[in-house]
């Protein structure tokens, strides 16, 4: 009789399929199934050097090829294919066995499929994976949420399976039912922020100087060798570099200015509204997605809405370092906008989350890996309830440092007419948090005008209301 595999893989596009050869090449005996059977034949023929790799042509036949307690992951479609292949498989499965969705879910369904399948005794994992289709391959950023002892039960492969950073996997367990999913949601929501920055860091080079795809190319790789390395930076120096092979030209500069997003950008603003917990610069990076999608209206009102000529007669040198500074700064405050909100989750939901692992784990294979994510780390382990990323005293000296450039660049590009807001939103987030006192005074006046919704004062306690139309 065969050996049974150690663990199995449903869904064969290509995230499941890099996936499913990480684990192979690991030294684990994986089987996989894909409801297009014709799918799994394709991918075993064509990876004979995969020797533990084991295809299968039915449910039964998969479930049955699984030691157990079985360990399967889902690597399909958010939302009711996730629920649709869960109905599938679990006639097949015994208490004890292991269901691990390793897509980009819903945490909130998430929590609601655990808590489902736990009244069988199935126990659910949901486990962000972050790196895209070479990451799968070589080595994601691995979140994992579920019951404790089910992640005891399949971490031995995945501290294989993940990226490796300083001999440390960039996996751990991040809390209990849903956590995993919101952290990776998170994670998502982050970069978000760090595309949009980029893209306005861009456009003010590109417009305000001039700059060509070459340049560009130069000046973010230089940036990518200091304070702001990262793969982010590394790609965009990259994309920079790459002509079209039919007209020479850079291929940047030929492709359609509308920027697609897959939902979790969107529902990492929506859960920070929930939660009341401010991501200004994520949000706004959604915000200027759907601001992208408006090609046709946008051209119409090109020729219609008027503003300044985009023309800079300042110091070149000075405008680009400002850019940089600005950058950085910004990038502070869309991290800090995010750990902020996975730490109220974790108080809102029961998690016990750790911050600097979840810093940690994010150094590499995700694509938010950057290198002052170390830094972050030590910012959370030599205190634990740091409000703020922004209080650390390294990311407050950086703050300070920055502060100067990045309001130069922004008033560069206010002047010029060149749209920032993602980076706008950082430098207002950051004046907010920073001032003791803000006008939510004459709200609350206001408030209590038009509602009776009352008031408190400085100068007594007590709750107060006024009849202000006497």
Not at 23 to 34: A, D, L, P
Not at 88 to 95: A, F, N, V
Request: glycine fraction near 10%.
């Amino acid at each position: 009789m065969m050996e049974k595999a150690n663990i199995g893989l449903v869904g064969l596009a290509v995230m499941g399929e890099n996936l499913a050869r990480n684990i192979e090449r690991n030294g684990f005996t994986i089987s996989v199934w894909n409801r297009t059977v014709s799918k799994v034949d394709e991918f075993v023929n064509a990876h004979p050097e995969a020797k533990r790799l084991r295809g299968t042509h039915s449910v039964q036949e998969f479930v049955d090829s699984l030691e157990t307690p079985r360990k399967i992951i889902l690597m399909v479609k958010a939302g009711n294919p996730v629920d649709d292949m869960i109905a599938q498989i679990k006639p097949h499965l015994s208490r004890g066995d292991i269901l691990i969705d390793g897509g980009n879910s819903f945490f909130l369904d998430t929590r609601r499929r655990h808590a489902e399948l736990a009244k069988e005794g199935i126990l659910f994992v949901g486990s962000g994976v972050s790196g895209g289709e070479e990451g799968a391959l070589w080595g994601p950023s691995l979140m994992p949420g579920g019951p404790k002892d089910a992640y005891a039960q399949i971490e031995p492969i995945w501290k294989k399976i993940a990226a490796q950073v300083d001999a440390s996997p960039c996996t751990t367990y991040v809390g209990a039912d849903g956590a995993g999913h919101f952290v990776k949601m998170v994670h998502n929501g982050i970069e978000y922020g760090d595309m949009q920055l980029i893209a306005e860091v861009y456009d003010l080079l590109r417009t305000a100087l001039g700059m060509k795809a070459s340049e560009l190319a130069e000046v973010f790789g230089e940036w990518n060798r200091g304070v702001l390395s990262s793969y982010l930076i590394e790609i965009t120096s990259r994309i920079f570099t790459r002509n079209d092979p039919d007209t020479g030209q850079p291929l940047v500069d030929l492709i359609l200015d509308k920027a697609d997003q897959k939902g979790t950008g969107k529902w990492t603003t929506q859960i920070a509204l929930d939660l009341g917990v401010a991501t200004p610069t994520i949000n706004s990076a959604v915000e200027a997605r759907i601001l992208s999608g408006l090609k046709d209206e946008r051209v119409s009102a090109s020729a219609k809405l008027k503003g300044p000529k985009p023309v800079y007669k300042g110091d070149r040198q000075k405008l680009i370092q400002a850019a940089h500074d600005a950058l950085f700064a910004s990038k502070i405050c869309s991290y800090a906008q995010g750990m902020a909100l996975i730490r109220t989750a974790g108080e809102e939901y029961g998690w016990k989350l750790d911050l600097s692992e979840i810093a940690r784990i994010w150094r590499g294979g995700c694509i938010i890996r950057a290198q002052f994510l170390d830094t972050i780390r030590e910012a959370f382990a030599k205190r634990k309830k740091l409000p703020n990323l922004m209080l650390d005293p390294y990311f407050k000296g950086a703050l300070r440092k920055a502060q100067p450039k990045w309001r130069f660049a922004l008033q560069t590009a206010n002047k010029l007419g060149v749209p920032t807001l993602a980076m706008s939103a950082s430098l207002a987030y950051f004046d907010t948090y920073r001032r003791a006192g803000l006008p939510a005074n004459l709200t609350q006046a206001q408030r209590d005008y038009f509602g009776a919704h009352t008031y408190e004062r400085t100068d007594k306690p007590g709750v107060f209301h006024t009849e202000w139309s006497q």
